[in-house]
């Protein structure tokens, strides 16, 4: 399983360890991270003795975004192949986000672009001190579309209107004090944070805290409809294929700096 893009396990306590899984660019997620993590909520959402996931990613950062030579791939492909690849993502994201069971993600390192989506959908999130965030995605003329209703749940709109037009990099103490994470502790205490944060919820009714998320969740951005959540896959995936998210990519791909006016 050490070559899957996500690997994912069940404890003899009902915690389910999931682990990003491509370190050697990041954590950077493509169709493969993607499809491992809609298989792993597949897999565990059939364990009856599911309570806790917790989500990490090997290496040195969590999760660098999105893989931008894969995205520029798609990007070049046919309209339905867009909207696929949107709809893959946005479904991995919103399905992370309605667990019915307490999600715990650790982070390390470089958090950017999808990867604030992902723990904007998760119910904790302790960060180490050396992680960095970013809301990255304008920087390549693409949007957040799929990632805004978790990330206006987690920080409030006004704080996604800053960091989100932006596309600027920020600290652990600043993603506690906006509310994107819960906790900062040293790096090398991450993981035992972890397990304390898990030990905390293992002591809670399972009910309880499934009926808890699932009322919180009907008032929050998160909480959509389905064809609210269409219409967003719609819009990410027509970016994508626009001539500003084309030279965005271009851009990224010659180290270059974007001609916006072109």
Known sequence: MTDQAVLWRLDDRGVA?????????????????????????????????????????????????????????????????NVRASRATAEAVDRLNRLPVPTVALVQGGCFGGGTGMIAACDVVIAADNATFSISEVRWGLTAAIILPQLSDAIGARQVRRYALTGERFGAEEAVRIGLAHKVVPLAELATAGDQMVSQLLENGPVAMAETKHIALQSAWGGFSRATFEGLVESHAAKRRSHEAVEGLTSFAEKRAANWKA
């Open 17 to 81: 360890h999931v682990t990003l899984n491509r370190p050697e660019v990041g954590n950077a997620y493509n169709g493969a991270m993607i499809a491992g993590l809609l298989a792993a909520m597949d897999d565990l959402g059939k364990r009856p003795a599911l309570r806790v996931v917790l989500l990490s990613g090997n290496g040195r950062h969590f999760q660098a975004g999105a893989d931008l030579k894969w995205i520029r791939n798609v990007s070049a492909a046919s309209p339905e192949d």
